[in-house]
């Protein structure tokens, strides 16, 4: 009975109070980030938070940046990662002591915070108990915003907020075995136990000074050093080192140094605060002759280009300490990469991402003068920090580039560029190391080029008949991956395709044609034209389909292809998805759990020729990975296709949809290559602006033009457009409208949308026939004119089909 009452008091406990008892039992064993992002999602249910987020100054007090957040993702209210400490934004203010509860008005006078046009929403900004200061943002999209419960929780939330500040090596005590603190302006040291044990130095026989420890470094590692102990060559913030010492027994010892540079104040010095590891169990006693026996093993086994660009990341980024290295062949004039690492195309310059294929850069050799000249050479080339290069070689290796040939059998086989950040002393031992290796790697990249070549057949016929690149789409991100089957010199007829349609949708599209061989390779390009087009006219989802399947079973082929299109609305977050005998799409929600869609499908294109193709509605919300695949990712001889997709759900909802482009990679890293595979990936953010739209059907009554204008005008000024731009506006409406109207029969629709200062008017029309601009119009001619009007006063014009007719379109840029 007693229980029954206890748990009655419970359910007539206020929200505050569950809050206050929620927040208790989070454990204080958890780490401090884990600990904090339990308390924001506290946010999240007690307080009604959409977004709730902490912001904590920086190591040098003038900024306040986001180090925790739960919730939608903050750049749906226009949120920073980092605002001024001394500004006038709502954290700022709550970092100096203010509590701010600001609704949608005082948002938009709030001079430093950026409010998203799409939507209202309310903000709290609450300081919080942490050393050196900061704030907690919350943000709810309730109308009213934070009731009178809600403030008490976000109070109770602040109140629990802990997020520790940078400690001073010397206020901590004593120091951790591993630990140092050196105060830069003395050089005294003070040095845990297991430093002075790696150094070989009793605890008695040590005098504090850093000299002492700096004495036992092998001479050529001492500059580097040096560079980290002075504080004139470093910055604020953290540095990382490997370096040698040198034992009784003579041979060297690898250590590891991490460290932050801890600004003074308060009449304390500046101090060098961090860790000394034993790093032998990675670098041990590794000469470069080593390095190179080892490089030879591994190529002696690498069966193809990628493994041999693995075994030379693997046998010289960790050595020579390099931020980036490339391997690439060389095809006549370009660079085909063959290997990247860091892997992510945004660390390396723009010129090598002027032409894309499913996410890898090429590299024109003809815009880099400085490489085709190494390149002829044949031999190793190094410049190091400050040499004037051409920019696409200057920035892989800011701080010093070296560029290795790879020649073997008479010829350049490619090149590897390795890159570092920071200046680099290039020393003997290393030029002599980049040399031997880079005539392995050339030698290995040969034999594994002639053990590639019927597969590389295969793919690159395949690659012509897919997307060369990919579309920046309006709020999303999409990445695609291609891997043809091992199975023997076999083109396989799996395709994707993305099709970007009027009013911010997209069209992702996925299928595969039944066998391997040219004849379904052809059939696989000539469907994703046909889908293609079928979409761009503006037909609907089922209808695309279905018009794909009709030509299908009028191609008088034996062959059937499986497809999933999904035409995505990305204004709304929504999608309609069609199948036709293909597998479900899979959802990676932005909770990081997983959904199998088991839409609604129809059969196979190419089988049923009055085939029904149902339409399936799925929503998106922004931070959710929509992925489609074709079975040779999902299915084998030993894996059930279920089981596939079960493990492909498993594998996205593990991964991390901020790389999208690895997370790609990562889920084609299990595919048995027994069938070619095609992997399509869209992650869905949502839009920062919406564009604001308005239609209007034009009569055909003698002024129909003046009431097309008289509408154009109300809704301009609706939308705050400027008068200075109305009459130009207005001409091109007329002159669209009137040309529909004269020269087509049927309905006439004026579509006017404004999206970031750039004015769209189109007319719809049902002729399918575009209008012709006149090359030259003499003075009698009584047509002609209006197109070259329209031309003249807008930034861009063209056409588009639409179902059975075309609309005619002109972008005008509105500025002021």
Excluded at 199 to 226: C, N, Q, Y
Excluded at 592 to 616: D, K, R, Y
Excluded at 643 to 656: I, P, W
Aim: net charge negative; with cysteine; aromatic share 4%.
């Amino acid at each position: 009975m007693a229980n029954v009452v206890s748990e009655g008091a419970a359910v007539r406990r206020t929200r505050t109070e569950r809050a206050e008892l929620a927040l208790e039992t989070i454990s204080a064993d958890l780490g401090s980030a884990d600990r904090l992002r339990r308390v924001l999602e506290h946010a999240l249910v007690f307080a009604g938070a959409a977004f709730a987020g902490v912001y904590a100054p920086g190591e040098d007090g003038v900024s306040l940046y986001l180090v925790e957040s739960a919730g939608l993702p903050r750049t749906l209210y226009g949120l920073r990662d980092s605002y001024p400490a001394a500004g006038r934004s709502p954290a700022a203010e709550a970092h100096r002591g203010r509590r701010l509860w600001l609704g949608p008005e005082e948002l938009a006078d709030c001079p430093e915070a950026r409010r998203t046009p799409s939507q209202d929403f309310s903000l709290a900004a609450l300081p919080v108990p942490m050393e050196g200061g900061g704030c907690l943002i919350a943000v709810t999209e309730s109308p009213g915003g934070f009731g009178t419960e809600d403030r008490a929780c976000l109070e109770l939330i602040a109140d629990a907020v802990a997020w520790p500040a940078p400690a001073r090596a010397a206020d901590t005590g004593e120091l951790p075995a591993d630990a140092f603190s050196l105060a830069m302006d003395t050089g005294r040291i003070e040095v845990g136990d297991r430093i002075l044990e790696l150094f070989g130095i009793a605890r008695e026989e040590f005098d504090g000074k850093v000299e002492s420890l700096l004495g036992r470094t092998v001479p050529e590692d001492l500059p580097a050093l040096m560079s980290v102990v002075e504080a004139d060559h470093m910055s604020i913030g953290d540095r990382e080192l490997e370096f040698r010492i040198l034992q009784p027994s003579g041979l060297p010892r690898w250590l590891r140094l991490r460290g932050r540079l801890l600004p003074g104040g308060d009449g304390l010095p500046a101090r060098l605060a961090g860790t000394v590891a034993d790093a032998s169990t990675l670098r041990s006693d590794v000469t470069d002759v080593a390095r190179i026996q080892r490089l030879a093993a591994a190529l002696a086994t690498a069966g193809t280009v990628k493994d041999v660009g693995q075994a030379v990341v693997t046998a010289l980024r960790r050595p020579l300490k390099a931020d980036r290295i490339a391997l690439a062949e060389l095809e006549n004039d370009r660079l085909v990469v063959t290997v990247l690492d860091p892997p992510e195309p945004e660390v390396w310059p723009d010129l090598w991402r002027t032409e894309w294929r499913t996410e890898w850069p090429d590299a024109p050799v003809r815009a880099m003068p400085t490489l085709a000249a190494a390149l002829r050479e044949g031999r190793t080339r190094i410049w190091p920090a400050g040499t004037p290069l051409e920019p696409a070689l200057a920035e892989v290796g800011p701080g010093g580039l070296a560029v290795l040939p790879l020649p073997a059998g008479g010829r350049m086989a490619g090149a590897c560029l390795i890159g570092w950040d920071q200046p680099h002393d290039f020393g003997p031992d290393e030029r002599a190391l980049l040399t031997a290796a880079a005539t392995l790697a050339g030698q290995a990249l040969m034999r594994a080029h002639a053990f590639d070549a019927e597969h590389e057949l295969v793919g690159m016929l395949q690659r012509t008949l897919l997307p060369r690149r990919l579309p920046k789409l309006p709020g999303a991100v999409a990445v695609a991956r291609y891997l043809p089957t091992i199975a023997g010199l076999e083109v396989g007829g799996d395709w994707y395709d993305v099709i970007p349609l009027p009013d911010s949708h997209v069209a992702l599209v996925i299928g595969d044609v039944q066998g391997h061989n040219a004849g379904a390779a052809t059939l696989m390009g000539q469907m994703r034209t046909a889908l293609r087009a079928y979409a761009t006219e503006g037909h609907p989802p089922d209808v695309v389909v279905s018009h794909a399947n009709r030509l299908l079973m009028e191609m008088e082929t034996d062959l059937f292809a499986t497809c999933c299109y999904v035409d995505v609305d990305m204004e709304e977050g929504s999608a309609w998805c069609v199948r036709a005998g293909h597998l479900y799409p899979v959802l990676r929600h932005p909770d990081g759990s997983t959904t199998i869609e088991e839409t609604e499908g129809g059969p196979p294109l190419g089988v049923v020729a009055q085939a029904e193709f149902p339409m399936t509605l799925l929503r998106l919300q922004p931070g959710t990975v929509l992925a489609l695949t074709t079975d040779g990712l999902v299915e084998s001889a030993e894996d059930d296709i279920d089981d596939g997709m079960d493990r492909l759900a498993r594998d996205l909802s593990a991964s991390d949809p901020a790389h999208l482009g690895l997370v790609a990679d990562a889920l084609l890293a299990g595919a048995h290559r027994e069938d070619d595979v095609a992997l399509l990936l869209m992650r869905y953010d949502g839009m920062a602006v919406r564009p604001l739209r308005e239609n209007w059907t034009v009569w055909r009554v003698p002024e129909a033009a003046r009431h097309a204008r008289r509408f154009t005008r109300r809704v301009l000024r609706a939308w705050g457009v400027p008068g200075e731009h109305m009459d130009t506006v207005l001409l091109v409406v007329s002159e669209l409208v009137t040309n529909a109207l004269v020269h087509t029969g049927g309905q006439v629709r004026l579509d006017l949308t404004l999206l970031n200062h750039r004015l769209r008017v189109a007319v719809a029309d049902a002729s399918p026939r575009s209008p012709i601009k006149p090359t030259s119009i003499g003075w009698e001619a009584t047509g002609g004119r209006g197109i070259l009007l329209v031309e003249a006063m807008s930034a861009a014009w063209g056409t588009l089909p639409v179902s059975g007719g075309k609309q005619v379109w002109a972008d005008l840029v509105l500025d002021g």
